[in-house]
């Protein structure tokens, strides 16, 4: 069966700082692995995903997540935090149906 | 705009009452989703619809009964709802269940039950 932990359910960083959103997996196929964002009163948006090519996988607004097989997780980062990255993150690993499984989320704040 | 519109974005219904909710995509998808999102608790897959087929009900209570008329409208309908049913239902689509593509997501209705 395939799952998702999401380490804290809330980070806080301050602007400018690095953001670390940890995401860890498990799968008996090889992994999909995406993360979403959700802004408040919204519904999710894709930032990015890793579907077995390169294992660091660039996204929008300058986020990327490292692929790590050995530690079977899906770490999602960003250099420096800025105010409008304030949200809640979902990391999410292809289930044996085809469908997406999703973790509890990890509301990230940014303080000024 | 994301390309799946979700009608209403706020519902407030006596447990009652018959509602329904509507989701919209012109993505081009042929498979849609419902999901639950309730406070702390992870998102719930709800229903899958494929090619307008249901091929997947997660053991969803028989309050909520869904409908798929064609590729491109997704419905909820609901009766006799509990307090605990309150949360934001969203919809998403994808191409041929392709998770490759990852899902659209709507903007969600944000569901009270009272």
């Known amino acids: 069966a395939q799952s998702v932990t999401q380490l804290g359910s809330h980070v806080s960083v301050s602007e400018g700082a690095l953001v670390l959103l940890r995401c860890n997996y498990s799968s008996s196929v090889p992994p999909y692995l995406f993360w979403y964002v959700q802004y408040p009163n919204q519904g999710l948006q894709l930032l990015l995903k890793?579907?077995?090519?390169?294992?660091l996988v660039k996204g929008i607004n300058g986020f990327e997540a490292e692929f790590k097989k050995s530690e079977t997780s899906f770490h999602l980062t960003k250099p420096s935090a800025h105010m409008s990255d304030a949200a809640e993150y979902f990391c999410?690993?292809?289930?044996?149906?085809?469908?997406?499984?999703f973790g509890k989320g990890t509301k990230l704040s940014v303080k000024p | 705009e994301t390309g799946v519109t979700q009608t209403p974005r706020h519902l407030v219904m006596g447990m009652t009452n018959k509602k329904s909710l509507k989701c919209e995509q012109h993505l081009g998808h042929n498979a849609m989703y419902w999901y639950k999102q309730s406070a702390k608790k992870p998102l719930e897959l709800m229903f899958v619809y494929s090619l307008e087929e249901r091929v997947e009900n997660n053991s969803v209570p028989s309050r909520f009964s869904p409908e798929c008329p064609n590729s491109s409208h997704l419905f909820l309908h609901l009766h006799t709802l509990q307090p605990e049913d309150s949360a934001l239902y969203l919809c998403a689509s994808s191409q041929e269940r392709a998770v490759y593509y990852g899902y659209t997501f709507g903007s969600g209705t944000r569901l009270t039950v009272v």
């Open positions: 890793y579907t077995s090519a390169a294992t």
């Open positions: 999410a690993v292809r289930g044996s149906q085809g469908n997406l499984i």
